[in-house]
């Protein structure tokens, strides 16, 4: 029996800097967390086996290279206590990743082959090894380089081209010249991510988003900084170029550890899970475009998932867009006819924290809860994602019809 899907609940860690507070935890911790703390939260999935009404998890993850390497999502499914009857997937489509997965499980549920699916994602940046290419011949009398797994490129092909493999700081520079983004827009966009994010937290706004990690005292999302300005972050070297760059450490979003978790499920299963369904999945959408525009990558998904929901901007009333760098996001916005305060209202990537396979969870459970509190109806999350595309999902706000 096909049917719709709806956002039933949605939580996450607070985000850790890199090498900061959630450095010492694995991150097939962190996911199983957050899977296990969102089966506590909901009645019937707790009282039920824990999570046995549970018919998948599936999780998004961008690096698979270290502890979270051999399909996290199975790994977290078991270390959260959940029966070994419960399968698990891990999905990787980078920055997109955890966004990904929740858009795999709607579809699984509106199919009708499955009724509760826990989605989300996780990442530690700071926990991402170093890998050493295997070689062609034994005992190699050349030296050998090791690559980090943390961010961007790494072994790469030869035959990709040039143009396509500069860093993402590089690639958001060039995005920046096409589509005119001074540095001072971009560090007036930072500032308000910080700004915001920063009385979200003091207004408690977060406070059940976020569940606190055992074992550390990290209370807040650990990057955010409640005193920088425009004019502090303008004193900024630029970091990709030394001359004439605008691309800095305080307008781009930092290096962070983190997992999220939303749970869907259809409409019948609000008896199985014990609580009520927060927003419908109304649209998806997802687009490709070159490499080096990465950052351009939620324009057009945006725009299909709008379509296939059947609304246009005129009816947005809320936009949760990853901040992966100032000037991509000020790209986006300038391209959509929206208005730039209902984007971010809690705050962005830039100040909170840019985990890579976890962000996509943060930001679809960030929109439902928006949509909830705030009684907006239709509101849209999307995220860029590195060699060129993007991804994003249309919500409806179920109690707002």
Known sequence: MSGAAYV???VRTPFGRYGGALAGQRPDDLAALVVRTLVERSPGLAEDGFGRPVDEVVLGNANGAGEENRNVARMATLLAGLPTSVPGSTVNRLCGSSLDAAMAGSRSIETGDADVVLTGGVESMSRAPWVLPKTEKPYPAGDLALSSTTLGWRLVNPAMPGEWTVS?????????EKRGITRERQDAF?????RL???????GWYDDLVVAVPGTDLAHDESIRPTTTPERLAALTPSFRRDGG??????????????????????RAAAVIGRDPVARVAGRGASALDPRDFGAGPVEAAER????AGIGWGDVAAVELNEAFAAQS????????VDPELVNRHGGAIAIGHPLGASGGRVLGTLARDLQRTGGRWGVACLCIGVGQGLAVVLENVGSR
Not at 197 to 202: D, F, G, I, M, T
């Open 8 to 10: 039933y609940d949605a």
């Open 168 to 176: 993402l700081g590089e690639a958001t520079e060039q995005l920046r």
């Open 190 to 194: 930072a500032a308000r991510s910080h």
């Open 197 to 203: 994010a920063h009385r979200a937290w003091e207004d």
């Open 246 to 267: 605008t691309v800095t450490a305080g307008n781009a979003s930092p290096l962070n550890d983190g997992a999220s978790a939303v749970l869907l499920g259809s409409e």
């Open 305 to 308: 998932a709008l379509r296939r």
């Open 330 to 337: 000020l790209a986006c916005l300038d391209a959509w006819p």
